[in-house]
């Protein structure tokens, strides 16, 4: 039976349904306090809302195109201090009249979305943040994200449940794909656009003679995140496992974010080494499939924090680490500690998520944070072992989750209109 991540199940209903079954707030008086250059809303709920007049006319519907949402002129230095000469409720709407003679119109149930209060500009920065819900190898093997491909293919509802877990979870699977190349279109097309780079748009991983790369060889692999030496390292990775080998060829998983809290918890001086010293990273050769030269390197911390001190990407990656490290001579020894301490720990059993992906299976799993690696592969089925990958940008996976979310909340809305 396939089933979904419960640690984020009531989170992912609660984002699908944002916006949506909220009853619209009924306005019961509005003023102006004209010395703040604000309106006041009081609401029948007991809520009362406040809006800058600039911003009310900054957003006049007249100045937005309704067709694409985006603004058709800007605001004039004159206009930033321009006072409204009347404010009224007329049939479920705000109407503001300006002392230039412009009128706005805004519909109550947008103005209330619109709050400035901290409980609504939290709904909507939550829309550009990460809710990262951290995992070991117990929880995720008990709450693994699982659905099937053909609904996947089918139902946007699976569809969003999936690229939610895998935006904030950060690893998920789909079953029963079908044992063939270009399924990954078929599914990548689903949600958009694919992000091309050196190996290509889709690129096969099989045993090859003359390996550019060791994913190409029978060998184990150490944990890593892909490709750390572009500069725009790709976010999210999805592999269809075509054809399994016999023996060997498991795969591990660890969640990175949950490595880094750990390692600022108990060692926090080879935490502050890893997010403050940068390593090279790079990698050269050639793409026998297209005979394209390449030659990528970046200077970069194993692990970067966002402007709140939150992680927000780990570069983990001994494979394509170069000589480099720009520290001193000094440190170089205690560079070299934390940096074994966050594999040390990657590979602890209570963080070593392993899973040996059966023919038709395609592990979705978040680039910027998740490590993955494998065992090495044996026996005569070691040639057949098949795997297609490609890679997916943040931007694309959110965008359609809002998408969706969106045409949810617009069909909600029509359906209350049709039977009010």
Same mark, same amino acid.
């Given at each position: 039976?396939?089933?979904?991540?419960? $640690?984020?199940?009531?989170?992912?209903a609660r984002?699908f349904?944002? =916006?949506?079954?909220?009853?619209s707030?009924?306005?019961?008086r509005?003023s102006?306090a004209?010395s703040?250059h604000?309106l006041?809303?009081d609401w029948?709920?007991?809520h *009362? *809302?406040?809006?800058?007049?600039?911003?009310?006319?900054d !957003?006049c519907?007249s100045?937005?195109?309704s067709?694409?949402?985006?603004?058709?002129?800007?605001?004039?230095?004159?206009e930033?201090?321009l006072?409204?000469?009347?404010?009224s409720l007329e049939?479920?709407?705000?109407?503001?009249?300006w002392?230039?003679?412009?009128?706005?119109?805004?519909?109550?149930?947008?103005?209330?979305?619109?709050?400035?209060?901290p409980?609504?500009?939290h @709904? $909507?920065?939550?829309d550009h943040?990460d809710?990262?819900?951290?995992?070991?190898?117990d929880?995720?093997r008990r709450?693994l994200?699982?659905?099937?491909f @053909?609904?996947v293919?089918a139902?946007?509802?699976?569809?969003f449940?999936?690229?939610?877990?895998?935006?904030?979870?950060?690893?998920?699977?789909i079953?029963e794909a079908?044992k063939?190349?270009?399924?990954?279109?078929?599914?990548?097309a689903r949600?958009?656009f694919?992000?091309e780079?050196h190996y290509?748009?889709?690129f096969?991983?099989k045993s090859?003679?003359n390996?550019?790369?060791?994913?190409?060889?029978?060998?184990?692999?150490d944990? =890593?995140v892909?490709?750390?030496q572009?500069?725009?390292?790709?976010?999210?990775?999805?592999?269809?496992c075509? +054809?399994? @080998?016999?023996e060997?060829g498991? !795969?591990?998983?660890?969640?990175?974010?949950?490595?880094?809290?750990v390692?600022?918890?108990?060692?926090?001086?080879d935490?502050?080494?890893?997010?403050t010293?940068k390593?090279?990273?790079?990698?050269r050769g050639?793409e026998p499939? +297209?005979?394209?030269l390449? =030659? !990528?390197?970046?200077?970069?911390?194993?692990?970067?924090?966002?402007s !709140?001190?939150?992680?927000k990407?780990v570069?983990i990656?001994? =494979?394509?680490?170069?000589? $480099?490290i720009?520290?001193?001579?000094?440190?170089i020894?205690?560079?070299y500690?934390?940096?074994?301490r966050f594999?040390?720990l990657?590979?602890?059993a209570?963080?070593?998520?392993?899973?040996?992906?059966t023919s038709?299976?395609?592990?979705?799993?978040k680039n910027s944070?998740?490590l993955?690696g494998?065992?090495a $592969?044996t026996?005569r089925s070691a040639?057949?072992?098949?795997?297609?990958g490609?890679?997916m940008?943040?931007?694309?996976?959110?965008s359609k989750?809002?998408?969706i979310?969106?045409?949810?909340?617009?069909?909600?809305?029509?359906?209350?209109?049709?039977a009010?």
């Amino acid at each position: 039976m396939l089933r979904s991540c419960g $640690f984020v199940a009531a989170s992912a209903a609660r984002a699908f349904s944002r =916006h949506v079954n909220a009853a619209s707030s009924v306005p019961q008086r509005v003023s102006l306090a004209e010395s703040d250059h604000l309106l006041s809303v009081d609401w029948k709920d007991g809520h *009362s *809302s406040a809006y800058p007049l600039v911003w009310l006319l900054d !957003n006049c519907p007249s100045r937005i195109n309704s067709g694409n949402g985006q603004r058709v002129g800007r605001l004039t230095r004159r206009e930033l201090r321009l006072r409204a000469a009347s404010v009224s409720l007329e049939k479920g709407r705000l109407v503001v009249r300006w002392e230039n003679g412009e009128l706005s119109v805004f519909p109550v149930d947008w103005l209330r979305r619109h709050c400035f209060s901290p409980t609504s500009r939290h @709904a $909507f920065v939550s829309d550009h943040a990460d809710d990262a819900k951290l995992w070991d190898a117990d929880r995720i093997r008990r709450e693994l994200f699982t659905c099937a491909f @053909a609904d996947v293919i089918a139902d946007d509802a699976v569809l969003f449940r999936l690229l939610f877990n895998l935006d904030n979870v950060g690893i998920c699977l789909i079953k029963e794909a079908p044992k063939t190349e270009g399924q990954l279109a078929r599914l990548c097309a689903r949600v958009g656009f694919v992000r091309e780079t050196h190996y290509g748009t889709y690129f096969t991983v099989k045993s090859k003679e003359n390996p550019n790369n060791n994913a190409y060889t029978s060998s184990a692999l150490d944990l =890593h995140v892909d490709l750390p030496q572009i500069t725009r390292t790709p976010d999210f990775q999805f592999l269809h496992c075509i +054809t399994q @080998a016999g023996e060997g060829g498991e !795969n591990c998983f660890v969640d990175g974010f949950r490595v880094a809290q750990v390692l600022r918890d108990k060692y926090p001086d080879d935490y502050y080494l890893l997010t403050t010293t940068k390593l090279q990273y790079t990698d050269r050769g050639c793409e026998p499939d +297209t005979g394209l030269l390449f =030659h !990528n390197t970046t200077m970069r911390c194993p692990i970067e924090l966002a402007s !709140n001190g939150d992680v927000k990407r780990v570069y983990i990656n001994n =494979h394509t680490r170069s000589s $480099f490290i720009d520290a001193d001579p000094k440190k170089i020894l205690r560079v070299y500690e934390a940096w074994t301490r966050f594999y040390d720990l990657s590979y602890e059993a209570r963080h070593l998520f392993r899973i040996k992906l059966t023919s038709g299976d395609v592990i979705c799993f978040k680039n910027s944070r998740v490590l993955h690696g494998r065992e090495a $592969f044996t026996g005569r089925s070691a040639i057949e072992r098949h795997l297609q990958g490609c890679y997916m940008d943040e931007d694309v996976v959110r965008s359609k989750l809002l998408s969706i979310r969106d045409a949810v909340s617009n069909k909600q809305q029509v359906d209350n209109q049709a039977a009010a």
